[in-house]
């Protein structure tokens, strides 16, 4: 078993005739990921390396059942492509793309509430991936293996990062999860651990938090209530300076507010074990 | 984009809220003139930070001479790590009420947020520590704005009932910037009751959202660039790079934001301080991997650099001859220090030690042989 991503996923792309796109698609196809459709409006009809492509989401999930969507489309549209998706039946959506207005995904947010079946990973994130199984944005399979780690992260190559020192050390991941960057974003690291916490397949939990916000400690109060997992948490940016964005639209400390300081302190206090360095993950989730 | 107080007031002017009449003056003498026109005025620094009161950058004049004399002590201060480049003289409210009234995005609720206080003329933060109760809230919904009863719901919660027929259009004003300027912050700080019963904008905040400027063209043309960025931000953002001046010495290349900032703490660990935060992204492309040194190495006090590279679709031996390209182009004999993993690492590892770059094992390690190189 694991979360989100399983063997009965089907995803189309938005956005698949790009060329992140059509790159990335190509390397979920190699991974045994069930792509089943593209959507580009104005293409329907043609194909790109044997996968369909469609005008609408609508008669790609009509044509193929797809039940998940991978979003490369340009910040402009992307946000309404994230609505088609969620109107048309699409239960995860995966929206990769950097640089969405913040008052779209404000909206965004205001019309899933009438979808409550939809989940949204994302935006400004690179996807998720369940090892032997498939994936769905651009997490490189190479350094995953199956196994009962759950890593749920805001940033990218540190999910990459975490990923690689695990496997290299023989723990395997259940599933890989990055919720994204940005300040106003889909599934939060509770919604994610939620879902760890009932996979049976998962044994093991490495949280990935960064300054900005305050969902690490929403996290940590949920762990911190009770949960069968092993976990261990890393934040980064214990260093930024206050007011500056870090990279990240979301990693920003205002005032006293969305410090690694308060994040590393409500884990603690949760009593799950922080690791001070990316290299001390391994360490802490390994007994003795 | 933050816009100073005198560019906000003339874009909420442009919404319909009311503000003082005001003139901008970049030395005493247009003090002195805005004086003469308008009366009595506050001269007030322009620059993007709060507090400017408590810091002196804010002074009463009543006369023409009081003015420039203001002016003149205003004018090239420091404030809170901005050089003050000029003043706005406002004409003087005669003031009975000060309400605080803001909008801000709501992370926690992943909305915005519409706060309402008859405690104004402080900072909200500060209010919200110390009496969160005089804090009337409103998360409006995105689609169709505030409503007229919503809002005067809120303004009785607020205890400013007696004003709400007045603040309700105001507040649907204010919102506007919003939907049309993609605003994240939308600030009236205090907004003043005057003596008469008039509500009037006596500071202004806006700040909007970056990722929209694409289409708010306008708004950007006007108003990007007049705030003074650091020289070397200026510099990587001329090259669209993510790049943050710190104070440091030692000079920083990571690809992906949280990798980055994660290297930036590994630093502090070692002893040692980063000069900046360098994000290049996922790819690592050599001319990006140049760019981003060049304008690193401008930097007198960089006395090292460290580049933390994790290579996922990138191959670490592109990578590594990337990063000896840039260096010789820009004949760099700082102490470099480099940190590659992931995919074909020992074949990158190796490219880096024939020219003469001992790689560092891991992140920590790199950080501490770069903090010993740079002391």
Redesign the interface.
């Given at each position: 078993m694991a979360i989100l991503l399983t063997d009965t996923t089907r995803v189309l792309i938005q956005g698949m005739t790009g060329r992140e796109g059509s790159f990335h698609t190509g390397?979920m196809r190699l991974m045994g990921t069930k792509v089943v459709a593209g959507v580009t409006p104005g293409k329907g009809g043609t194909s790109q390396d044997e996968v369909p492509i469609f005008d609408t989401v609508a008669e790609a999930k009509a044509a193929t059942h797809a039940n998940a969507s991978g979003i490369f489309v340009p910040?402009?549209y992307a946000a309404d492509a994230i609505m088609e998706s969620a109107a048309n039946g699409i239960e995860l959506i995966v929206c990769m793309t950097e640089?969405?207005?913040?008052?779209?995904?404000?909206?965004v947010?205001?019309?899933l509430s009438d979808f409550p079946g939809v989940r949204l990973l994302g935006p400004n994130c690179p996807g998720l991936l369940t090892p032997g199984v498939g994936k769905i944005g651009?997490?490189?399979q190479?350094?995953s293996k199956p196994g009962g780690v759950g890593i749920v992260?805001?940033?990218?190559?540190?999910t990459?990062?975490t990923m690689?020192a695990l496997t290299a050390a023989g723990m395997g991941q259940s599933t890989v999860v990055g919720i994204g960057?940005d300040?106003?974003?889909g599934m939060s690291f509770v919604d994610v651990i939620r879902l760890f916490e009932a996979d049976p397949a998962t044994t093991h939990l490495a949280i990935?938090g960064?300054?900005?916000?305050?969902?690490e400690e929403r996290a940590a109060e949920l762990v911190g209530a009770g949960s069968r997992l092993k976990a261990v948490a890393?934040i980064?940016?214990?260093?930024?300076?206050e007011g500056?964005?870090?990279?990240?639209?979301?990693?920003i400390v205002s005032?006293n507010r969305g410090t690694?300081k308060s994040k590393e302190e409500a884990f603690r206090a949760a009593g799950v074990a922080v690791a001070?360095?990316?290299?001390q993950i391994v360490g802490l989730l390994t007994p003795d | 984009m933050k816009l100073l107080e005198y560019q906000a007031k003339a874009v909420l002017a442009s919404l319909g809220v009311p503000i003082p009449p005001g003139r901008t003056a970049s030395n005493g003498d247009e003090a002195a003139e805005a004086c003469r026109e308008l009366g009595p005025v506050a001269v007030k620094a322009q620059v993007p930070v709060g507090g400017r009161g408590k810091a002196g950058g804010i002074k009463l004049a009543q006369s023409p001479e009081e003015a420039r004399a203001a002016a003149t002590a205003i004018i090239g201060m420091d404030l809170k790590g901005f050089r003050v480049p000029l003043v706005y003289c406002e004409a003087a409210l005669d003031i009975a009420q000060e309400i605080y009234l803001g909008f801000t995005?709501d992370?926690?609720h992943?909305?915005?947020i519409l706060m309402l206080s008859a405690k104004g003329g402080i900072d909200i933060?500060e209010v919200a520590e110390t009496s969160s109760d005089s804090i009337a809230r409103l998360h409006p919904?995105?689609?169709r704005g505030p409503l007229d009863f919503e809002l005067n719901q809120l303004a009785f919660a607020a205890g400013l009932g007696a004003h709400a027929r007045a603040l309700v259009p105001l507040i649907k004003k204010l919102y506007r910037a919003?939907?049309e300027l993609?605003a994240?912050t939308a600030e009236i700080n205090p907004l003043v009751v005057t003596r008469d019963g008039q509500l009037i904008a006596g500071d202004a905040k806006l700040e909007t959202?970056?990722?929209?400027a694409?289409?708010q063209r306008a708004l950007e043309e006007r108003y990007a660039g007049t705030i003074a960025l650091d020289v070397f931000e200026e510099e990587a953002k001329k090259r669209n790079l993510?790049y943050?001046s710190?104070d440091g010495e030692v000079g920083i290349i990571?690809?992906?934001?949280?990798?980055?900032?994660?290297t930036?703490?590994?630093?502090?660990?070692a002893g040692g301080s980063?000069a900046n935060?360098c994000?290049i992204g996922?790819g690592a492309r050599a001319e990006v991997v140049e760019n981003a040194l060049a304008v690193i190495l401008m930097n007198p006090r960089v006395r090292g650099v460290l580049i933390n590279i994790?290579g996922?679709?990138t191959r670490g031996d592109e990578v590594a001859r990337g990063l000896i390209a840039a260096r010789d182009n820009l004949h760099m004999n700082l102490p470099l220090v480099v940190r590659l993993?992931?995919?074909n690492e020992e074949e990158g590892r190796e490219i880096l030690k024939q020219n003469g770059i001992e790689p560092g094992a891991?992140?920590?390690e790199a950080a501490q042989r770069i903090v010993a190189l740079t002391r």
């Amino acid at each position: 078993m694991a979360i989100l991503l399983t063997d009965t996923t089907r995803v189309l792309i938005q956005g698949m005739t790009g060329r992140e796109g059509s790159f990335h698609t190509g390397q979920m196809r190699l991974m045994g990921t069930k792509v089943v459709a593209g959507v580009t409006p104005g293409k329907g009809g043609t194909s790109q390396d044997e996968v369909p492509i469609f005008d609408t989401v609508a008669e790609a999930k009509a044509a193929t059942h797809a039940n998940a969507s991978g979003i490369f489309v340009p910040p402009p549209y992307a946000a309404d492509a994230i609505m088609e998706s969620a109107a048309n039946g699409i239960e995860l959506i995966v929206c990769m793309t950097e640089g969405i207005p913040i008052q779209d995904m404000i909206r965004v947010k205001g019309f899933l509430s009438d979808f409550p079946g939809v989940r949204l990973l994302g935006p400004n994130c690179p996807g998720l991936l369940t090892p032997g199984v498939g994936k769905i944005g651009i997490i490189p399979q190479r350094f995953s293996k199956p196994g009962g780690v759950g890593i749920v992260a805001r940033s990218g190559t540190l999910t990459y990062e975490t990923m690689a020192a695990l496997t290299a050390a023989g723990m395997g991941q259940s599933t890989v999860v990055g919720i994204g960057g940005d300040p106003i974003n889909g599934m939060s690291f509770v919604d994610v651990i939620r879902l760890f916490e009932a996979d049976p397949a998962t044994t093991h939990l490495a949280i990935i938090g960064e300054i900005g916000g305050s969902d690490e400690e929403r996290a940590a109060e949920l762990v911190g209530a009770g949960s069968r997992l092993k976990a261990v948490a890393f934040i980064s940016g214990r260093t930024a300076p206050e007011g500056k964005r870090m990279g990240h639209a979301g990693a920003i400390v205002s005032g006293n507010r969305g410090t690694a300081k308060s994040k590393e302190e409500a884990f603690r206090a949760a009593g799950v074990a922080v690791a001070e360095t990316t290299d001390q993950i391994v360490g802490l989730l390994t007994p003795d | 984009m933050k816009l100073l107080e005198y560019q906000a007031k003339a874009v909420l002017a442009s919404l319909g809220v009311p503000i003082p009449p005001g003139r901008t003056a970049s030395n005493g003498d247009e003090a002195a003139e805005a004086c003469r026109e308008l009366g009595p005025v506050a001269v007030k620094a322009q620059v993007p930070v709060g507090g400017r009161g408590k810091a002196g950058g804010i002074k009463l004049a009543q006369s023409p001479e009081e003015a420039r004399a203001a002016a003149t002590a205003i004018i090239g201060m420091d404030l809170k790590g901005f050089r003050v480049p000029l003043v706005y003289c406002e004409a003087a409210l005669d003031i009975a009420q000060e309400i605080y009234l803001g909008f801000t995005v709501d992370r926690d609720h992943r909305n915005n947020i519409l706060m309402l206080s008859a405690k104004g003329g402080i900072d909200i933060e500060e209010v919200a520590e110390t009496s969160s109760d005089s804090i009337a809230r409103l998360h409006p919904d995105p689609w169709r704005g505030p409503l007229d009863f919503e809002l005067n719901q809120l303004a009785f919660a607020a205890g400013l009932g007696a004003h709400a027929r007045a603040l309700v259009p105001l507040i649907k004003k204010l919102y506007r910037a919003i939907p049309e300027l993609d605003a994240v912050t939308a600030e009236i700080n205090p907004l003043v009751v005057t003596r008469d019963g008039q509500l009037i904008a006596g500071d202004a905040k806006l700040e909007t959202d970056e990722n929209a400027a694409f289409r708010q063209r306008a708004l950007e043309e006007r108003y990007a660039g007049t705030i003074a960025l650091d020289v070397f931000e200026e510099e990587a953002k001329k090259r669209n790079l993510t790049y943050v001046s710190l104070d440091g010495e030692v000079g920083i290349i990571g690809n992906g934001a949280g990798l980055c900032m994660g290297t930036l703490d590994l630093i502090e660990r070692a002893g040692g301080s980063a000069a900046n935060f360098c994000d290049i992204g996922g790819g690592a492309r050599a001319e990006v991997v140049e760019n981003a040194l060049a304008v690193i190495l401008m930097n007198p006090r960089v006395r090292g650099v460290l580049i933390n590279i994790f290579g996922g679709i990138t191959r670490g031996d592109e990578v590594a001859r990337g990063l000896i390209a840039a260096r010789d182009n820009l004949h760099m004999n700082l102490p470099l220090v480099v940190r590659l993993s992931g995919t074909n690492e020992e074949e990158g590892r190796e490219i880096l030690k024939q020219n003469g770059i001992e790689p560092g094992a891991n992140g920590w390690e790199a950080a501490q042989r770069i903090v010993a190189l740079t002391r």
